[in-house]
């Protein structure tokens, strides 16, 4: 994407904030997660019926 710019004559500086908290996360990862606790729940289920 930065190139992109470049390519247009954009000018400045480029700045990315890449910090990661635990209130902030991508989309991605949150389903990401949920699929794999959907996951685990359906295995513990599974051994569960025995």
Request: proline fraction near 2%.
């Amino acid at each position: 994407m930065r190139q992109d710019w470049i390519d247009a004559g954009a000018q400045g500086t480029f700045v990315a904030d890449c910090r990661i908290t635990s209130r902030v996360r991508a989309p991605r990862m949150s389903e990401w997660m949920q699929a794999k606790q959907g996951a685990k729940a359906a295995v513990a289920a599974g051994h569960a019926g025995g």
